[in-house]
C-alpha cells in the first residue's frame, strides 16, 4: 500500500521522494521574475521533469515563454496538486475556483503556460473552461479575440448561414468578458 | 498600408498552435461548432477534419432524437429526446441536391443514415427496391453518393440488403454490407462490402444460402446482425473477419405464442432485443454478450404505471376476450447509469419510461406519428462530426 509518495502517514515513503519533497527549484519567468518551488510540486510539469533530469537546470530553471503574473498562477496549482494531505476532491474543488475567477486573457496566458510546460490536468481544465467560455460567442468575437480575418466571400456566408440557421440562435452579444 | 507590429496575444498564439486549438474546440456544442466553422477557412477545415470526430467522440454516444417515417416516404418526423440545447437536424424531407428521386433512411447507425431509393420507381411504403444509396451525416449535413449496390459485369442482381457498418470510436472510416444474389444460382446469395477508403464495392467470400431476411440489419461489436425469423436464428457478419457467425434468439417463455420482435437495436456498445404482445403489459428486455454465449435479461419492464397514466392504451379485445395494449417500443436509448430509457408510443402521446426509476415523461403528441410496423419503427438520430 505505502509505495509511493503521496502516503500521508509517511512510513515506508521512497527516499528518493522525500528527498524531491525538501529540495526546492527556482523557475524564472521570461520578465525576470524569480520562483521558488518544491521540486516535487515542479516535476507535476512534465517539461520540468524532463529538464531536471537531463540537469540542464543547474539550480534555475528559465522559461522564456511565461511570464511572471502566469507562472505565479501556475505554481499556485502545482503547490495544490503536490500537496500531502490534499484528497481528490479537494483538488477537484480547487481546480474548478482555480479557473472560475479567471479572465478570458488570463486562460489564454495559462493555457499556453500548460500547453508549454505540459501540465496534463492543468491543461484539461483550462480547456474545457475555455471552450465553456466561448460557446455561446458570436464568429464576429471569435475572429476578433483570435485576431482572424474571413477568408470566405460573403455568398460563401450568407450560404452557410443559410443551412445553419439553427446554430445562429441564442448567441451572445459581444461584451468582452 | 501601415503595419503596425504588435506582440502577439496568447489567444492569438493559441489560435496558431493547431494542435491546442484542436483540443479546445472538440469540447464546444455541435451547434457552436456549426457556428465557427464560419470563422475561417482553416477553423472549417479543423472542424470537419478527419481528427476532429476521433478526438471529439471517445466513447459511443447515445441518440438525442429519432426520425419517424411519416406517410411519405422521404419524410421524417423527428422527435428531440436530448437536452434543450443539442442539435436539431435540419431536414424534414430526405432530398439530395444532384438526385431528383425520392429517399428512405434505410438505417440509422452511430450518427451516419443510409439513405436509399428505388430512384425513379414509385414507391409507396416498401423499402426496396434499392438502387441508389448514400451516406449522410445529418449533423454536419455532410453526404456521399456510394456506386450503385449489386452490380456485376454493370447486370444489376437482386439487393436483398445493405447495412452500414460504422463506429467512430473504432474507426473514422465506415462500410456498408450489401447482400444480393449470386450470379450462379437464384437460391443463393452472396456478400458485397464498400468501404469509404476505397469508394467501391468488393465481393466478399463465397454464395451462400440463408433464411434470414437481410433487409434490417443492426450494427454491433464490429458485425452486421440479421434476424432469421423461420429458423429463430441471430446471423451476423463480421466485418474484420468477413466471416458469418450465428447464434440462437433469446427464448422466450411464452404459454401464449405469438410474440413478435417489437424492438431489435443497438445503443451505446448494447444490442438488445424486445419480444412483447399486447395482451401483456410486461416483457423483458435481452441483451446480448459481447462474446455470444448468451442473450441475458437486461430490464424486466412492466408498463402498468404508463397504462394506469395513459388509460387509453388498454382495450378489450374482444376476440380473445381479454384486456390488451396498444403500444410499440420505439427506440431503447441507454443514456448512462440511471437514465437509460424507452420511448414508447401509445395511442395518444409518445412516452420516455426511464428504466432504472421507471420515470414517465410525455415526450409529445402522437397525433401525427406514422407507425412503421417494420422494423426498424424509427432511426435514432445521434450527433457526429464523421466524415462521409
Not at chain 2, 211 to 230: D, K, L, P, R
Not at chain 2, 347 to 354: C, E, L, M, T
Request: proline fraction near 4%; charge should be negative.
Amino acid at each position: 500500500m505505502a509505495r509511493k509518495n503521496r502516503n500521508p502517514v509517511g512510513k515506508n515513503v521512497d527516499p528518493e521522494a522525500q528527498k524531491k519533497k525538501t529540495r526546492t527549484l527556482t523557475l524564472k519567468s521570461s520578465d525576470g521574475q524569480e520562483f521558488s518551488i518544491s521540486e516535487s510540486a515542479a516535476v507535476l510539469s512534465i517539461a520540468i521533469e524532463n529538464m531536471v533530469e537531463d540537469d540542464c537546470a543547474g539550480g534555475v530553471i528559465p522559461l522564456p515563454l511565461v511570464d511572471g503574473g502566469t507562472l505565479a498562477r501556475v505554481i499556485t496549482y502545482l503547490n495544490k496538486h503536490a500537496e500531502d494531505g490534499a484528497s481528490d476532491e479537494e483538488k477537484r474543488k480547487f481546480d474548478e475556483e482555480f479557473v472560475s475567477g479567471m479572465e478570458m486573457g488570463v486562460l489564454f496566458d495559462v493555457v499556453l503556460a500548460a500547453n508549454y510546460l505540459d501540465i496534463r490536468g492543468l491543461l484539461r481544465e483550462v480547456r474545457r473552461r475555455i471552450a465553456d467560455r466561448m460557446k455561446n460567442k458570436s464568429v464576429e468575437w471569435v475572429r476578433k479575440t483570435f485576431h482572424i480575418e474571413s477568408d470566405f466571400t460573403p455568398e460563401e456566408e450568407e450560404q452557410m448561414k443559410k443551412e445553419f440557421a439553427w446554430a445562429w440562435e441564442g448567441v451572445d452579444s459581444d461584451v468582452d468578458d | 498600408m501601415a503595419v503596425t507590429i504588435t506582440a502577439a496575444t496568447s489567444a492569438e498564439v493559441v489560435g496558431s498552435i493547431d494542435e491546442l486549438l484542436i483540443q479546445i474546440l472538440v469540447q464546444l456544442p455541435v451547434k457552436s461548432l456549426m457556428r465557427f466553422k464560419l470563422v475561417s477557412k482553416h477553423w472549417k477545415s479543423l472542424i470537419t477534419g478527419r481528427q476532429f470526430s476521433r478526438l471529439r467522440y471517445t466513447s459511443p454516444s447515445p441518440a438525442v432524437g429519432l426520425f419517424c417515417p411519416a406517410q411519405k416516404i422521404s419524410v421524417f418526423k423527428y422527435i428531440h429526446l436530448g437536452a434543450i440545447n443539442q442539435t436539431k437536424p435540419m431536414f424534414r424531407e430526405l432530398r439530395f441536391p444532384d438526385d431528383p428521386f425520392s429517399f428512405w433512411i434505410h438505417q440509422s447507425c452511430n450518427g451516419l443514415l443510409l439513405c436509399c431509393s428505388s430512384g425513379n420507381l414509385v414507391r409507396t411504403r416498401t423499402r426496396s427496391p434499392i438502387r441508389r444509396c448514400y451516406v449522410y451525416n445529418p449533423t454536419t449535413d455532410c453526404y456521399t453518393k456510394l456506386p450503385r449496390p449489386g452490380v456485376l459485369n454493370e447486370v444489376p442482381r437482386i439487393v436483398h440488403g445493405v447495412n452500414l457498418a460504422f463506429d467512430h470510436v473504432m474507426s473514422p472510416s465506415h462500410k456498408v454490407v450489401c447482400v444480393r444474389g449470386s450470379e450462379f444460382a437464384r437460391e443463393l446469395y452472396q456478400v458485397e462490402v464498400y468501404s469509404s477508403e476505397s469508394g467501391a464495392w468488393r465481393v466478399s467470400g463465397e454464395p451462400f444460402s440463408s433464411n434470414a431476411n437481410f433487409e434490417y440489419g443492426v450494427y454491433w461489436n464490429g458485425s452486421v446482425h440479421w434476424i432469421s425469423y423461420t429458423r429463430k436464428e441471430l446471423l451476423y457478419f463480421n466485418l474484420d473477419k468477413e466471416r458469418f457467425g450465428k447464434t440462437s434468439l433469446p427464448d422466450v417463455r411464452d404459454g401464449h405464442g405469438g410474440r413478435i420482435v417489437d424492438y431489435f437495436g443497438e445503443s451505446c456498445d448494447h444490442l438488445h432485443i424486445i419480444k412483447s404482445h399486447d395482451y401483456e403489459v410486461a416483457f423483458d428486455v435481452y441483451e446480448m454478450k459481447r462474446d455470444y454465449s448468451e442473450w441475458f435479461v437486461k430490464y424486466r419492464v412492466d408498463l402498468t404505471v404508463v397504462a394506469a397514466a395513459f388509460p387509453e392504451m388498454a382495450y378489450m379485445n374482444t376476440l380473445i376476450n381479454r384486456t390488451c395494449y396498444a403500444f410499440s417500443v420505439f427506440s431503447l436509448v441507454r443514456a448512462g447509469e440511471k437514465c437509460s430509457f424507452l420511448v414508447l408510443l401509445t395511442p395518444r402521446k409518445v412516452v420516455r419510461f426511464n428504466l432504472d426509476s421507471h420515470a414517465i415523461e410525455e415526450i409529445c403528441d402522437s397525433g401525427d406519428t406514422w407507425f412503421e410496423c417494420l422494423l426498424p419503427h424509427t432511426f435514432e438520430y445521434i450527433e457526429s462530426f464523421a466524415c462521409v
